[in-house]
């Protein structure tokens, strides 16, 4: 109790000044505890010394209390470590997404934006707009945006593989409305919707579709990417490049939801569905610049 109302003056200290200040103040705590024991007991028992301090009382008293707080605290010394090695590797994870530009992506875009100048300038002008959005998510520094922003980038990346897909790609959008405010992991979406493309929608001669949902499970925000998937190429589901993006993802939900966050994979003989499920009732903690 005593920690948890100094909390906001301990976080201004350094790490090291923390851990001695938080022993020390424990120690001094459980010393004040013990001679009110100590005194209870005479009182209460009406012992012959309740004028005399039982020493070697005390001196197991604080034995006791210095080896489990000095276990208790190097607890939480690892798993604030662990905390902020997970933190810098997530954040490094998610520079190299946000560089992963697939080279035939930005040389297919360029085609078909050059091959539309022409006959379509206007279809040509968002297709460049909508380059630049993804450009601009990948420069991006911030961690966590709202899945308003997370929607509209994944329909902009979308929008310039159909212009290479044509009818073959098709998108099936399942969002509730009233969570487009809630701030999500940023690239949680665009990252699975072009797996989607790539290991489900290309390799199907006729293409299929692509079904993405944002809706509220319990009290749960539950996002799913489903594509179709043929038997010759479910080994593609394996890939590099899939594992990384998924493997990012469930890495910084673990890190800002902890538990209560998950990733899910549903792989059925036709579908392949990547679900994240994140709780409502936790406020979101950004990620360490």
């Given at each position: 109790a005593v920690l948890c109302l100094l909390r906001s003056w301990l976080h201004k200290h350094k790490q090291s000044h923390c851990l001695v200040i938080t022993f020390f103040l424990m120690m001094s705590i459980s010393l004040l505890v013990a001679i009110l024991a100590e005194q209870a007991g005479h009182l209460l028992y009406f012992t012959e010394e309740e004028d005399q301090f039982d020493a070697l009382f005390l001196i197991r008293i604080m034995t006791i209390s210095a080896a489990i707080y000095f276990l208790i605290l190097r607890y939480f010394y690892i798993q604030h470590q662990w905390r902020k090695n997970l933190a810098a590797q997530s954040h490094a994870e998610i520079q190299a997404l946000r560089a992963r530009i697939r080279p035939h992506f930005l040389f297919n875009s360029m085609n078909s934006i050059a091959s539309l100048i022409a006959i379509s300038p206007e279809t040509a002008e968002q297709a460049i707009e909508d380059l630049s959005d993804l450009f601009r998510a990948s420069l991006g520094e911030q961690n966590m945006s709202s899945l308003k922003d997370e929607i509209a980038l994944t329909k902009s990346y979308l929008a310039i593989e159909a212009l290479r897909l044509g009818n073959r790609l098709q998108v099936e959008w399942q969002v509730d409305q009233n969570l487009l405010d809630i701030e999500v992991p940023s690239l949680c979406i665009q990252p699975l919707a072009e797996n989607a493309v790539y290991h489900g929608i290309e390799p199907i001669a006729e293409g299929g579709k692509i079904i993405i949902s944002a809706l509220q499970i319990d009290n749960r925000l539950k996002l799913s990417v489903s594509n179709p998937l043929v038997s010759e190429n479910r080994s593609l589901t394996s890939k590099k490049g899939n594992q990384m993006a998924q493997d990012n993802i469930r890495q910084r939900l673990k890190l800002v939801y902890g538990n209560k966050g998950e990733f899910i994979i549903n792989d059925t003989k036709d579908?392949?569905?990547?679900?994240?499920?994140?709780?409502?009732?936790?406020?979101?903690?950004?990620?360490?610049?």
């Open positions: 579908n392949y569905t990547v679900s994240l499920l994140i709780p409502l009732d936790v406020i979101n903690e950004r990620f360490d610049s």
